[in-house]
C-alpha cells in the first residue's frame, strides 16, 4: 500500500491545462495528509475539465484503493492500463487492485503478460503464488517457492531429532494450527520432534502426543539433527499430493480433559443444537480515519442476527463475553457468552468449550484451525477473495474432513452467506 502512495505522488502525466495539473497537486497533497473528502474534490474536478487525463484516473483510482473501494477503484486502474499498459505504476494497481478484490483470473494474466510466469520482481512473486497455490497450479507454484530442503518421505526419520521452525513472521496463530499436522507426520515417520513456536500456543500444543518438546520462539534454537522451517506456502506445495481427498490425520489438536469436564457443566442441559460461533478476525486500521475497522474476513456482530431466529439452537461465543458486541447478542435468548474465556492459556478453555457443542460457524480466523485440528463440524464463512489455502470454487476443504465452506459472491457481501448458512442450520435441526 505504502508503494502504491509513492507511486501516485510521483505519476506525472503531460499537462493539459495548468488549471488541471494545480488540481491534481492539491489533491496528491490532500491525500498525503489522509483527508479523503479534499482529494475526492480535487481530482473528481480535475476529471471533470479533461475526462482522458490519466493523473486524474490514476489518483482517483488510488483514494477509492485506500477507502477500501477496490470495486470502484477497479475501473479507474482499468481505464489508465488501457490507455499505456506498459507503464509500470498502471500495471502494478490494476494488477493489486484485482487480486485484492478476488478477480484472480484477471490478476493472474496481467502479471503473466508483463512479469511471466516465474517474476524476477519479488512482489509480483508473492502475488502470483497464491494464485497458483489457489488454483492447485503445482506446477507453476513449485518454480517459485521451493520446498527441496522439507522432508516427504523421501529419507529415513528414524531415531532422528527433527526442529519444526515455525517462528516465521509470516506465521499467524492458525497457521501454526494448520501446520503442526506436519509434525505428526514426522513423527508417524520416527522422528522425534521439537516445535519452536511463538509462546502463547506452548499450552495448546503440550497436548499433542507427536511432540517431544516444544520450545518459545523468544529462546535460542535448539540443535537437532534436523532443522524444517515451514509457511503455509511451504506445507501446501509439499503436502500438494495429499490435497485431493479429505486428510486422514484429523483429530490432531487436543482439549484438555479436565478442562473439557468443566466445560460440559456450562452448556445448557436441554436437547437443542448446539452451536458455537465467531464473528471477529484480523482488524485493519482504516488509511484516512485512522480508525480501528474489522478486517475483510470479519463481520459486524449484528450481520449474524438472522441465524439466531432459527428455533431450537442454543448459540455460544467463541469470544469472551466482555467484548461490547458480543454483550449486544446476548441480548437473544438463545445467545450465551462467557467472561474471561481461555484464562487457562490461549484457545485451552475455547478447544474444550468446542469439544461441547455440535457445530462451529466462524469467520476465516483462528478459531476456524483450532476446530478442523480438533475434528469438529465447522462451517467457515470466506470473502470473496479468500486465502489460497481454501484453494477455488469448494466448499468442503482437503485440509479438514469436518469443515464445510460458506463464500461470498462479491466481495465485503455477507447477506447471501449468511442466508445460506441459515437455511443450512435449518434443514439440520427440522
Not at 461441547?356 to 467457515?380: E, M
Amino acid at each position: 500500500m505504502k508503494k502504491l502512495l509513492f507511486t501516485l505522488i510521483f505519476v506525472a502525466s503531460n499537462c493539459c491545462a495548468d488549471s488541471v495539473e494545480m488540481l491534481i497537486k492539491k489533491g496528491q497533497l490532500a491525500l498525503q495528509q489522509k483527508n479523503k473528502t479534499a482529494a475526492m474534490q480535487h481530482f473528481t474536478q480535475a476529471l471533470a475539465r479533461d475526462p482522458n487525463h490519466l493523473g486524474a484516473l490514476f489518483n482517483l483510482g488510488a483514494v477509492h484503493y485506500y477507502a477500501q473501494e477496490g470495486y470502484d477503484a477497479l475501473p479507474f486502474f482499468k481505464q489508465c492500463y488501457e490507455h499505456n499498459n506498459n507503464h509500470a505504476p498502471y500495471i502494478y494497481a490494476y494488477a493489486m487492485t484485482a487480486n485484492h478484490m478476488g478477480e484472480f483470473d484477471l490478476a493472474r494474466n496481467i502479471i503473466e503478460k508483463h512479469h511471466g510466469a516465474e517474476p524476477q520482481n519479488s512482489e509480483m512473486r508473492t502475488k502470483l503464488l497464491p494464485i497458483y497455490l489457489r488454483n492447485m497450479d503445482w506446477y507453476y507454484a513449485s518454480k517459485l517457492c521451493r520446498v527441496d530442503d522439507l522432508w516427504w518421505h523421501n529419507e529415513d526419520l528414524r531415531n532422528k531429532t527433527v526442529l519444526l521452525d515455525l517462528s516465521s513472521e509470516w506465521n499467524g496463530l492458525g497457521d501454526v494450527m494448520q501446520i503442526i499436522r506436519y509434525a505428526k507426520h514426522l513423527y508417524q515417520a520416527g522422528a522425534q520432534v521439537t516445535a519452536y513456536v511463538r509462546i502463547e500456543l506452548i499450552p495448546l500444543l503440550e497436548l499433542c502426543p507427536y511432540l517431544a518438546h516444544i520450545v518459545a520462539a523468544n529462546q535460542p534454537k535448539p540443535s537437532c539433527d534436523k532443522t524444517y522451517s515451514i509457511t503455509m506456502d511451504r506445507l501446501t506445495v509439499c503436502m500438494h499430493e495429499t490435497l485431493y481427498a479429505p486428510s486422514k490425520n484429523v483429530p490432531y489438536l487436543y482439549a484438555d480433559h479436565s478442562l473439557s469436564e468443566q466445560w460440559s457443566t456450562k452448556i445448557k442441559p436441554d436437547q437443542n443444537f448446539k452451536v458455537g460461533f465467531c464473528f471477529q478476525s484480523t482488524k485493519m486500521r482504516d488509511y484516512f480515519s485512522g480508525a480501528i475497522l474489522p478486517g475483510p474476513r470479519a463481520m459486524e456482530a449484528d450481520q449474524l442476527m438472522p441465524l439466531f431466529s432459527v428455533p431450537g439452537i442454543n448459540f455460544y461465543s467463541l469470544q469472551t463475553g466482555e467484548n461490547a458486541q458480543v454483550k449486544q447478542l446476548c441480548t437473544h435468548d438463545n445467545v450465551h457468552a462467557f467472561d474471561h474465556l481461555d484464562a487457562a492459556g490461549a484457545f485451552m478453555d475455547t478447544a474444550a468449550l468446542m469439544k461441547q457443542l455440535d457445530l462451529i460457524i466462524t469467520v476465516d480466523t483462528s478459531i476456524a484451525h483450532l476446530a478442523g485440528g480438533l475434528g469438529v463440524n465447522v462451517w467457515v464463512m470466506l470473502p470473496h477473495a479468500g486465502d489460497f489455502r481454501w484453494f477455488s470454487n469448494r466448499s468442503d476443504s482437503p485440509w479438514y474432513p469436518t469443515m464445510k465452506l460458506f463464500r461470498q459472491i462479491k466481495q465485503g457481501e455477507w447477506h447471501d452467506v449468511i442466508q445460506a448458512v441459515k437455511s443450512a442450520l435449518e434443514k439440520i435441526t427440522l
